[in-house]
């Protein structure tokens, strides 16, 4: 059982706590069993996911992506909570982890800034499970530089017609609907952008190709040839998907720092239970000062990034506005901590840390992505730094 003190930080309320504790007991539970599944081909992964999301909606957690208004369970995206069920998702499995989060940012920019009528359309189906959802942001040549996107969107009567690819597409072939960034010709760069909602059955959306990756999810391309959606499916105005996405990433950027410190903790609770077991030169290895070495930069850095994710996480929920600078610390931080202690995981479990099925072993490949998605650290660093020197 990994420490959970944190709860009686001030950045929680009762609320939090009681969530954390079912969410605790439930995943003990449901996906505990489900840790060790590993599908090896995208037929099987599919059905696991699509049974994560419907085991996680029966679950209640999913109500937690949407807001009340829409079948959600707090009235506005609540973060913290969001932070708290991926963090503790993520010690037992990247897997539900990613199913869960997958609903809320691939619905977040709905939820921000959808008319009523595309919120009433896409996010009670979202929080219940039938839908899935999905982000379709970057493209072939445009990942870190969002407004270097060339996929297009052409008015023509009371539609736009879509034309262009969009890449590494999480729940890419599983997704109910997307919500994609594209050029609308309203200003140069980030100024021309707009944001839709796509259902998957759109005539001329197909997905012509799907990723393995080290830590198996659904990840591909998605195409658009011709691709007619109505003007009303568009999010917030003409020329604002930048603004759109970079709103939705405010959002979840802290929960990627929860999913690391989700990692890191299991890290730690494998690390000790090794430590104490595992006997060499005639002591249990916890006894030596390396090894308590690595355990305690594990707890320092465990605690920190806490702090920065559940800073960013409150900051968002108390005060509504920006939270541009805390989001990319708290990402920063712990997915780079998570990174590292994971690693040493893996060094104090020795030959046994590298072999298939290890959970440590699975840790070291279920990381390595959380630098890179939504934003990696090289651009958190530019955010940091944009933001001091415009600050100081
Ligand atoms: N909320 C609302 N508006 C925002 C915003 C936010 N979080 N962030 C930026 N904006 C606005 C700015 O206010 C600015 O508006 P004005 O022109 O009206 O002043 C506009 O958007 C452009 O912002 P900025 O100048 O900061 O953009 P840059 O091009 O300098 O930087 C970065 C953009 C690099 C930070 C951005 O492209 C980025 O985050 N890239 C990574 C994308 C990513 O995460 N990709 C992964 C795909 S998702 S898995």
Known sequence: MPD??????????????ALAEEVEAWAGDVVAPLEDEEPHDDAALDALCRRLVGL???????????????????????VRSLCL??????????????????????TGAISLFGSEALKSRYLPGTASGERIAAFALSEPSSGSDVAAMTTTATADGADYVLDGEKTLISNAGIASQYVVFARTGD??????????????????????????????????????????????QMLAGPGDGFKVAMASLDVFRSTVGAAALGFSRRA???????????????????????????????????????????????????FKGRVTREAAIAKLYATEAAQEIVDQAVQVFGGQGVIVGNPVERLYREVRALRIYEGTSEIQKLIVAGQTLAGN
């Open 85 to 106: 069920i991926r963090e503790i998702l993520a010690r037992r499995s990247g897997l539900a982890d990613f199913c869960f989060v997958m609903q809320g940012l691939g």
């Open 187 to 232: 200003g140069e760069g980030a100024k021309g952008l707009s944001a839709f909602a796509v259902d998957a059955d759109a005539p001329g959306l197909s997905v012509p190709e799907r990723f393995p990756v080290i830590a198996p999810h659904p990840l591909g391309t998605v195409r658009f040839s011709n691709c007619r959606v109505p003007a009303t």
């Open 268 to 318: 730690l609770d494998e690390t000790l239970a090794r430590s104490r077991s595992r006997i060499a030169f005639g002591k249990p290895i916890a006894e030596t000062q390396l090894i308590q070495e690595k355990i305690a930069d594990m707890a320092v850095r465990i605690d920190a990034a806490a702090l920065l994710v559940y800073r960013s996480a409150w900051t968002k929920d108390r």
């Open 4 to 17: 959970r003190s944190f709860l009686d930080w001030p950045f929680f309320d009762d609320a939090h706590r």
């Open 56 to 78: 996680l909606a029966e679950g209640g957690w999913l109500r937690y992506c949407v807001p009340g208004s829409h079948g959600g369970a707090t009235e506005a995206l609540d």
